[in-house]
């Protein structure tokens, strides 16, 4: 196509995101290409571009792309259980030295009862 005066808009989705394409185009005498779209987007700009390149040499060309992610995403949470163990053995080390006294940072009955809720396969007593 040498140039093109027009618009359209085009939806997709899957059972995790829905997207949404629209497109402005006036007649202008070079290409000038103009794209909006989400950052984790960003990789395929370049394809994109070439693309509507091929199909389109002049005009000014306003693409938007819009993307819904219809599932919440939640991070998963891996504890180091060897880290953590030693960060505890050096926080009652420093404690010891500094206040002569260890540290108990499982004393309190409410985030004891957290932490066992939490990761019931975890004894406290191993921790400490």
Avoid: C
């Avoid at 949404?20 to 987007?41: A, G, H, T």
């Amino acid at each position: 196509m040498k140039s093109m005066t027009g618009f359209g808009k085009g939806s997709a989705e899957t059972p995790d995101v829905q997207i949404e394409i629209e497109i402005k185009s006036v007649n202008q005498r070079f290409l000038d290409l103009q794209l909006r779209m989400p950052k984790q987007l960003n990789p395929l700009e370049g394809a994109l571009r070439q693309s509507i390149k091929q199909t389109l040499q002049r005009g000014r060309i306003e693409l938007y792309v819009t993307l819904k992610e219809k599932t919440a995403h939640t991070k998963q949470i891996e504890i180091q259980w060897d880290l953590l163990e030693r960060f505890m053995q050096e926080i009652d080390t420093e404690a010891k030295d500094r206040f002569d006294q260890p540290l108990f940072l499982f004393e309190n009955q409410f985030a004891m009862r957290w932490f066992a809720d939490k990761y019931p396969d975890v004894e406290l007593k191993s921790l400490m």
